[in-house]
């Protein structure tokens, strides 16, 4: 054994270059499958490592607010409870802190028992008066820490004892700050209450299999309680997926295909270098080497090479991602996966690592069938000549160019798993500059949500004639907008929007399903709440107006929409009026073309309006959107490495076996530029096949098929428009012109007479 | 005239304790219109030295001029050019790229950056004159040993060089095709040319204008 491990090592030291190519192959194979695997694992288990951590409640109920013991003999008749515990949530509270303030800011005063809330640092609530545990969005974005102070409204200054992590809501500044303080610090301010008021409850149940009776029971026994709503922890992972889901599915792909890319590229990078000793192997053989040991010497040095090199990939892809992916986590109020990354990222270091050993001692194994003499003689490589029955061919056009192409395309399947690799990575890296255009888009453009209409006005209804008739105006209508709650209380409002007429001139998110809406019975609703509320064309959206009335709608079809995370409906604003006539109006302007802007604004002043800019709906969202973004750009910065990587092996390998060749033409006369243009013409039979196919793939296939992923959030255009297109065809002629450069100065740096030795 | 001339040329190959002169001061001139063989046992360095006459490796010391050009202290580029234009060479293993049928083999060296003009009619000629214009669509896997190597003489001459080398070039081919390319590389000398071949067989260098033999790295 000792024997076949110094035979291995002496091998990889006489090929030191050659090693160290195939290394960095694998290096960058390993890290681009690392990155996707972390942020994909990180996003898909973080609600359940968060809730778990938290120790999240099974339900939480809000309601409003109701004395604490009139709710607690409820909840405690309740069949199944393991544990309840009582707040007080108050909204709208006033905050400021290290220069940042807030006039929005949720308090949560919280009773003894469960939390339902993780505190990442400090310590919990005591009972001193004037302590606070603040969420973790506002720490970080206003620098507090434990010790810090805080103002607080009614309270004056307070002190942050904690940071706290609640995985049931996203973060600050995607939501609003939220605040911790305990009963007693109250009621040491505004008096001791024998019978406080609460409006949430925490309850987990001792079987969560049977939580479905436990809501009906609870349903049952609420009589009395008004506005009562469950938000069931399986529901807050739903809505909160819908926020990663998208990241989610476009990350699993790419591990799909950075383990295809990996496996195609590792595979034919080792089985051209088995190819190319096999007489030496078959020397061996000769000499008296068995099967057995020749397999595993390649096996062992393949090792050799493999095993540091996938280490190195899967840190440093693990180094790559975790900054973007922990901040998005950070974003999404939930953990790093800290340590249980450690499985997945072993799973990604032993398939880099088993797929070079496997590529490499199987052809070997396999050669062992064959004679020693055959493998000497070099017959496995004449067996790959083609052009038996191709007698009498004519003469084809093209020089040295023409000849490098020919070169490539004898090579048919090592050429077609080059192609697969760099034409998915070009279509996947396409994607992502689409992706995050559009996401920039989001984040400013109203018109990627589908808002066409650029200006709002606080004007009756009745002066949308005047407004309309304003220079640059191209279309003005009032626009009605009211929360509403679903009937069935999800915990979570609907906004209903609605024109008098087609709501499509001022907002056109595009149709997931069915149609636009005909009537005033008729809705179109968002895709995130058609998904929260199993609703589907034909079925029936009943909701609770700010007027205690209860209004149906029969859904004519469901919109692509990011507002309020799709939880949307667009009725007809007779249908709205007729349930809801107090609800609130504005002028919608649609402007021309080229308008002028100052005009118009001049001209809604006149009329007594100050005009509003549309805003995204997203414009809160920005380090959601930061953080997506890097991420983006880390995995197609990475998918690009590994294109110029597979393009300077196809091109190294090319050279590599055809060394003669390149020798005849020296010999002949060709110079280094006749070499590069060999070359070139070897690097444009892969990269112009493939640049082409990556654009088609990503145009036809993947952009639409992520676009109807995405569609739920946003109408996104995930087709990569021209200025990607040719960012990335750039990139990938500088990346040809990098490969054929480098392996061309190895080639010419050999000697024509070493060349012709082959 | 002399087509090639070289004085005093050295060469050593490996390095420290295993460094070995395989060229020791190799004086030869060839005139146009005549057929050197140089006559060696294998090892002897006559490879080698056909190497360093046609630029393909550079020579330790001496001095070689090739059609009135001097090879010493040129550029990379500056050689491929001789060699492009001034010199043709003939390998024993017959060196054809196996994705080219036989006539595109011969079109190769025409078809480089700097060749000269009708290199395709010179092609066309020489396929002609050498008797394979029948074969000249096949692939070198299709064609017989003399067939590969009249395909490389033809890829040799198409550039119209002043010197041609040709390396053990009946070393791959048997008796009656051995001695066809002995005739053409002697026709190759009727056209104000010089021809410089090496070999280890007596015989075939008998076929010459004049016989050196190399022995520790000099001729004699």
């Known amino acids: 054994m000792r024997g076949i491990w110094q035979e291995a090592r002496r091998g990889v030291a006489q090929r030191r270059g050659r090693a160290l190519l195939t290394a960095t192959g694998i290096a960058l194979a390993a890290a681009m499958l690392a990155t996707a695997v972390v942020v994909a694992y990180s996003l898909h288990t973080g609600f359940e490592r968060s809730a778990a951590r938290a120790d999240l409640p099974d339900v939480i109920a809000r309601f409003d607010e109701q004395p604490l013991n009139r709710v607690r003999s409820r909840i405690k008749a309740l069949p199944g409870l393991a544990a309840a515990s009582f707040r007080l949530e108050v909204t709208n509270i006033s905050i400021s802190a290290g220069g940042h303030s807030s006039s929005h800011a949720s308090v949560e005063v919280i009773g003894p028992g469960r939390r339902g809330f993780a505190i990442l640092s400090g310590r919990p609530l005591g009972s001193n008066y004037g302590e606070v545990l603040v969420e973790q969005g506002v720490a970080r974005a206003w620098g507090l820490h434990p010790g810090s102070t805080l103002e607080l409204q009614a309270f004056g200054p307070v002190r942050v004892v904690g940071i706290s992590e609640s995985p049931d809501n996203v973060a600050f500044p995607l939501a609003v700050p939220r605040i911790y303080i305990s009963r007693q610090s109250t009621e040491a301010r505004f008096g001791h209450e024998a019978d406080p008021d609460v409006n949430t409850a925490e309850v987990w149940v001792r079987d969560p299999a049977r939580l479905d009776e436990v809501l009906v029971q609870a349903r049952a026994t609420s009589y009395g309680i008004r506005g009562l709503r469950f938000v069931t922890r399986a529901g807050v992972r739903i809505l909160l997926d819908e926020a990663a889901g998208i990241v989610i599915a476009l990350l699993v792909a790419l591990s799909a295909i950075a383990l295809l890319t990996a496996s195609v590229m590792l595979a034919s990078s080792a089985r051209a270098e088995v190819q190319r000793r096999l007489a030496g192997i078959g020397l061996r053989r000769a000499l008296g080497a068995t099967r057995g040991h020749v397999t595993l010497v390649q096996a062992l040095e393949a090792l050799l090479v493999g095993v540091p090199a996938s280490a190195l990939g899967v840190l440093a892809g693990t180094l790559l991602a975790r900054g973007p992916t922990d901040r998005l986590l950070g974003v999404l109020n939930e953990v790093p996966p800290g340590g249980a990354l450690l499985w997945p990222l072993a799973g990604c270091f032993a398939l880099t690592s088993a797929i070079p050993l496997l590529a490499a001692a199987v052809p070997v194994w396999r050669s062992g069938a064959r004679a020693p003499i055959a493998l000497i003689t070099g017959l496995e490589l004449r067996s790959s000549a083609r052009g038996e029955g191709r007698s009498h061919r004519l003469p084809r056009p093209g020089g040295t160019l023409a000849l490098g192409s020919r070169l490539v395309t004898a090579r048919r399947v090592r050429l077609l798993s080059t192609l697969i690799v760099l034409g998915t990575s070009v279509a996947f890296i396409l994607l992502m500059l689409a992706l995050a255009s559009e996401l920039g888009e989001l984040a400013d453009n109203p018109a990627a949500l589908g808002k066409r209409y650029q200006l709002t006005a606080a004007l009756p209804a009745a002066d949308a004639p005047s407004v309309a008739a304003l220079p640059g105006v191209y279309a003005a209508a009032p626009r009605y907008e009211v929360q509403a709650l679903d009937s069935y209380s999800l915990g979570e409002t609907i906004d209903l929007i609605a024109y008098p007429g087609d709501h499509t001139v001022f907002e056109a998110p595009s149709l997931s399903a069915g149609r636009r809406l005909r009537g005033p019975h008729e809705a179109e609703v968002g895709l995130g709440l058609a998904e929260v509320l199993g609703l589907g064309v034909g079925s029936t959206l009943a909701a609770q107006l700010p007027s205690g009335r209860e209004a149906r709608f029969r859904v004519a079809g469901i919109v692509n929409s990011l507002q309020h995370d799709g939880r949307v409906a667009y009725l007809s604003a007779a249908g709205l009026l007729a349930d809801e006539p107090a609800a609130g109006e504005q002028i919608a302007i649609r402007l021309r073309p080229n308008a002028d802007r100052a005009a118009v604004s001049a001209g809604l002043q006149a009329l007594g309006a100050t005009p509003a800019k549309t805003s995204a709906a997203v414009g809160t969202s920005q380090s959601l959107i930061d953080a997506l973004t890097s991420i983006l750009r880390v995995v197609a910065i990475v998918n690009g490495l590994v294109c110029l990587y597979a393009l300077i092996q196809a091109l190294v390998l090319t050279a590599r076996e055809r060394r003669a060749t390149i020798g005849v033409l020296r010999a002949c006369g060709a110079g280094a530029g006749a070499v590069r243009v060999l070359l070139a013409g070897a690097a444009a039979t892969v990269v112009l096949p493939a640049a082409l196919a990556g654009v088609l793939l990503e145009r036809v296939a993947l952009g639409p098929a992520l676009a109807h992923l995405a569609a739920g959030y946003a109408s996104l255009a995930l087709g990569a428009g021209p200025g990607e297109i040719a960012i990335v065809l750039g990139a990938f002629a500088l990346f040809a012109a990098i490969a054929v450069m480098w392996v061309a100065r190895l080639s010419t740096a050999e000697t024509i007479v070493g060349a012709l030795r082959g | ?220």
């Open chain 2, 1 to 220: 005239m002399s087509v090639l001339e070289a004085h005093g040329v050295t060469k050593s190959v490996g390095s420290g304790r295993a460094a070995r002169r395989v060229l020791d001061g190799v004086d030869i001139a060839v005139e146009a219109g005549e057929l050197v063989a140089v006559l060696g046992r294998s090892g002897s360095g006559k490879s080698t030295l056909l190497h360093l006459l046609g630029a393909l490796d550079r020579a330790d010391g001496g001095e070689i001029t090739v059609g009135g050009e001097r090879l010493t202290g040129r550029s990379e580029r500056s050689l491929a050019r001789i060699r492009l234009r001034r010199i043709g060479f003939v390998f024993q293993s017959f060196q054809l790229v196996a994705e080219c049928s036989g006539e595109e083999n011969v079109l190769l060296p025409t078809r480089l950056p700097g060749a000269p003009r009708g290199g395709a009619s010179r092609a066309r000629e020489l396929i002609a004159e050498l008797g394979i214009g029948p074969v000249a669509g096949h692939s070198p896997h299709e064609l017989s040993g003399g067939e590969q190597q009249r395909f490389a003489i033809a890829r040799a001459l198409v550039n119209d060089p002043v010197l041609v080398l040709a390396d053990e070039p009946t070393g791959n081919l048997d008796t009656t095709a051995a001695g066809d390319v002995l005739r053409l590389l002697r026709e190759m000398t009727g056209r104000g040319r010089a021809v410089v071949m090496v070999t280890h067989e007596p015989e075939i260098a008998a076929a010459a204008d004049r016989v050196l033999e190399m022995a520790d790295g000099r001729l004699g």
